[in-house]
């Protein structure tokens, strides 16, 4: 069994930044891809970022495109989520999952970690 770990959420003025990290507890860490999700209250569950096992390739929701970057460490089991000019529409719980490769359904992240609280005041 996996446990993914997250911390790094808080309250930001919009502009301001954060930095999500989500460790694992296993080493086999790195041979998954991981993705980050944010929910709002009232909201669905979202894909906001997902990174290759190696870290080669990433994927963006638009909506984050250019202010997101996704990384990974595969020695630490690490992935981070580095979060610039945030916006109050970012406000969210943000989640990070395991899966088999990039995708961007919940439906195929198999281990989930239990949120972290991102709040952006305007």
């Known amino acids: 069994q996996v446990q993914l770990v997250e911390s790094g959420g808080g309250l930001v003025q919009a502009g301001g930044s954060l930095r999500l990290s989500c460790a694992a507890s296993r080493r086999t860490f790195g041979t998954y891809a991981v993705g980050w999700f944010r929910q709002a209250p009232g909201k669905e569950r979202e894909f906001v970022a997902a990174?290759?096992?190696?870290?080669?390739?990433?994927d963006y929701k638009d909506s984050v495109k250019g202010r997101f970057t996704i990384s990974r460490d595969n020695a630490e089991n690490t992935v981070y989520l580095q979060m610039n000019s945030l916006k109050p529409e970012d406000t969210a719980v943000y989640y990070c999952?395991?899966?088999?490769?990039?995708?961007?359904?919940?439906?195929?992240?198999?281990?989930w970690g239990q949120g972290t609280q991102v709040t952006v005041s305007s």
């Open positions: 999952a395991r899966a088999y490769g990039i995708s961007w359904p919940p439906d195929e992240y198999d281990y």
């Open positions: 990174i290759s096992r190696s870290g080669g390739n990433t």
